[in-house]
């Protein structure tokens, strides 16, 4: 009697084996990045019952950050302003923006109804991680750093993936973000930007000593005033303000040390 199946059979299992084997290894692959917060947060814009664009509002005319977001300074969350923020300038009366427009008839209701409008989350940690806005933005950290360019976005949209690798990137080397306290709302700030002799005056007038700015410029150095501190820093950093520059400089005298252990959000 002959073969019941073909001779090909005999390869079929290395074949399977093979085939399981580059399933494997294109899982492996493709697992951590398509099951990780880059990918199935960042990007993530949903459309929000009132066309509310902060393009224009934070952008073209410069509305700060905590007008509307009043208590992220002192809470440990960024509040969503009420319906009263929208209607200080959109209510009806006389010399009020745009009380007429289509666009606001949600934020008329409402305050006809006192029912607030219904936003929807774009960013929100899991419930088991602790996150502080106001340790944050105390310490230097911008709303830039972690929602992205908002002030260039007509509808909000998660621009970062805020997993926790993300974070402790930031925790471990907090000098790459940090930036002084009145230009933590300033969406559109750049080192550069700074005045050199302004920035380290203010340290000075702080109370910090010229010889601890000098060590921290470069390691070793002193200084006997600003003058000195400012031919130290030409020489170190070159003839403009770099983020390198301010970022050691805060993180020094502030004494900033963020944890990087679990416990720090997992609590």
Same mark, same amino acid.
């Given at each position: 009697m002959g073969n019941f199946f073909p001779r090909w059979t005999n390869w079929l299992p290395l074949k399977l084996a093979v085939a399981a084997g580059f399933i494997v290894?294109?899982?492996s692959l493709a697992v951590p990045y398509y099951f990780t917060p880059k990918y199935t947060r960042v990007g993530y814009e949903p459309t929000q019952p009132v066309p509310f664009s902060h393009k224009v509002h934070a952008g073209q005319l410069g509305?700060?950050?905590r007008y509307c977001h009043s208590f992220v300074e002192n809470s440990s969350h960024a509040n969503v302003p009420t319906?009263?923020?929208?209607?200080?300038?959109?209510?009806?009366?006389?010399?009020?923006i745009k009380s007429a427009s289509p666009k606001l008839e949600l934020v008329m209701k409402a305050n006809e109804t006192g029912k607030p409008i219904e936003w929807i989350k774009v960013h929100k940690a899991p419930d088991y991680v602790y996150f502080?806005?106001?340790a944050h933005l105390n310490r230097g950290i911008s709303c830039q750093n972690c929602h992205g360019q908002i002030n260039e976005m007509e509808v909000v949209k998660h621009a970062e993936p805020q997993s926790m690798g993300w974070c402790l990137d930031c925790h471990r080397n907090p000098e790459l973000k940090?930036?002084?306290l009145d230009q933590v709302t300033n969406l559109n700030y750049k080192p550069e930007q700074?005045?050199?002799?302004?920035?380290?005056?203010?340290l000075l007038g702080k109370g910090v000593k010229a010889d601890e700015i000098a060590g921290v410029i @470069?390691?070793?150095? $002193?200084?006997? =005033?600003?003058?000195?501190?400012? @031919?130290?820093?030409? $020489?170190?950093? =070159?003839?403009?303000?770099?983020?390198?520059?301010?970022? $050691?400089?805060?993180?020094?005298h502030w004494q900033v040390q963020p944890p990087d252990s679990c416990t720090a959000c997992h609590r």
């Open positions: 290894f294109g899982a509305l700060d950050c319906n009263q923020t929208c209607f200080n300038c959109h209510g009806a009366g006389k010399g009020n502080n806005h106001s940090l930036r002084p700074l005045d050199r002799s302004t920035f380290y005056q203010s @470069a390691e070793g150095k $002193t200084a006997a =005033g600003l003058k000195d501190l400012l @031919a130290l820093a030409d $020489t170190t950093y =070159g003839k403009t303000v770099t983020q390198l520059e301010v970022g $050691t400089q805060l993180k020094k």
